[in-house]
């Protein structure tokens, strides 16, 4: 079975704009978690999303938002990047809402220029 | 505000030694998740633990959790090279909207 996958792998993107990222979860899976890794850091919760909506969220402004499609893929949605959202960004999948295993997806690197 | 500590944040240990690696957190949660990552990598789920007392081993590595002390403890057990990597633990906190707080990371590299 195929695992989590993310695109694009890697992504240079201007001061003010803005940027979309996908990830496809497992298939069966109906939860996707989004993280953000600075280098040198651990990864820190973005949002998770279960069966389309959101379910948990964190402390992230308000330029970052997500959404789940009935295929239960999702898109990242990042508005007026600054410098500081240059990381990787982490995609996760589970089964369920809470509880489960975790799987992530290779990660999107996103440098702002 | 949910914090998790790790400690060591750097290990460095010769083969066949045995170690452990603390995480500890700030509010009460029975949902803590071992994570490994290599350089350049993505993470690879080690260990999910549900309950109080929860104890899992898989390999070298063995996890525990003690949520009465709000502890988790991973034990490596006769170190080999293989398992240097940067190993992170990750608290599960559902008040009202889930979150997941991970700990700084150990850094943990076996010496031949």
């Known amino acids: 079975d195929a695992g989590v996958t993310q695109s694009p792998t890697h992504l240079i993107k201007t001061r003010g704009q803005q940027v979309t990222l996908r990830c496809s979860p497992i298939?069966?899976?109906?939860?996707v978690s989004w993280y953000q890794q600075v280098l040198g850091q651990g990864p820190q919760f973005i949002f998770q999303?279960?069966?389309?909506?959101?379910?948990g969220r964190g402390n992230f402004p308000d330029r970052f938002s997500a959404r789940q499609f009935p295929n239960y893929s999702s898109e990242l949605n990042v508005n007026a990047l600054l410098l500081g959202d240059s990381a990787l960004y982490l995609c996760?999948?589970?089964?369920?809402?809470?509880?489960?295993?975790?799987?992530f997806g290779p990660g999107t690197r996103l440098t702002v220029t | 505000e949910l914090k998790v500590e790790q400690n060591p944040l750097f290990l460095s240990m010769q083969e066949g030694k045995n170690y452990t690696i603390y995480c500890n957190y700030s509010?009460?949660?029975?949902?803590l998740y071992w994570y490994r990552q290599d350089p350049g990598k993505s993470l690879e789920s080690l260990f999910v633990?549900?309950?109080?007392?929860a104890v899992k081993q898989e390999g070298r590595l063995m996890a525990s959790l003690d949520t009465k002390a709000r502890l988790s403890t991973l034990h490596i057990t006769a170190a080999v090279h293989d398992l240097s990597a940067t190993y992170f633990c990750?608290?599960?906190?559902?008040?009202?909207?889930?979150?997941?707080?991970f700990g700084t990371g150990t850094r943990l590299k076996v010496l031949a």
């Open positions: 996760a999948s589970s089964e369920g809402q809470w509880g489960y295993e975790q799987y």
């Open positions: 298939s069966g899976h109906k939860s």
């Open positions: 999303y279960y069966e389309k909506e959101e379910r």
């Open positions: 509010t009460t949660s029975d949902r």
């Open positions: 633990l549900l309950s109080n007392g």
């Open positions: 990750a608290v599960g906190a559902a008040s009202g909207t889930y979150k997941y707080i």
